[in-house]
Nanobody, 125 residues
Framework: QVQLVESGGGLVPAGDSLRLSCAAS????????MGWYRQSPGKERELVAR???????YYKNSVKGRFTISRDNAKNTVYLQMNNLKPEDTAVYYC???????????????????WGQGSQVTVSS
């Protein structure tokens, strides 16, 4: 099906920048929308940003103006550029990909989604 491998996390001081990457492999032609989620200790996983195949984007309000999501379909990769990082951004970041329902001989269920392994982002004050 689809595998997602993340890279680019790290430990940075407040105000610095990081760029997360998520490379997809497998049945990449079946990918529709891609996105980034994050989860902090003791909190629910939350959507940070998402981008459609047509490159329409959505951002969580608290990251608007600081984060930018983009995708390179030729490389099957989605990115999250994070600028002016704040301690509140500290979390494990997960990329995900939603499939086209019928694709390459598959019939994906309504709730099928593919996830990356997670990447730790820590922002010190």
């Amino acid at each position: 099906q689809v595998q997602l491998v993340e890279s680019g996390g790290g430990l940075v001081p407040a105000g610095d920048s990081l760029r997360l990457s998520c490379a997809a492999s497998g049945d990449t032609v079946c990918i529709s929308t891609m996105g980034w989620y994050r989860q902090s200790p003791g909190k629910e996983r939350e959507l940070v940003a998402r981008i459609t195949s047509a490159e329409n984007t959505y951002y969580k309000n608290s990251v608007k103006g600081r984060f930018t999501i983009s995708r390179d379909n030729a490389k099957n990769t989605v990115y999250l550029q994070m600028n002016n990082l704040k301690p509140e951004d500290t979390a494990v970041y997960y990329c995900n990909a939603e499939p086209i329902r019928v694709c390459q001989g598959y019939v994906f269920g309504d709730r099928v989604v593919f996830w990356g392994q997670g990447s730790q982002v820590t922002v010190s004050s």
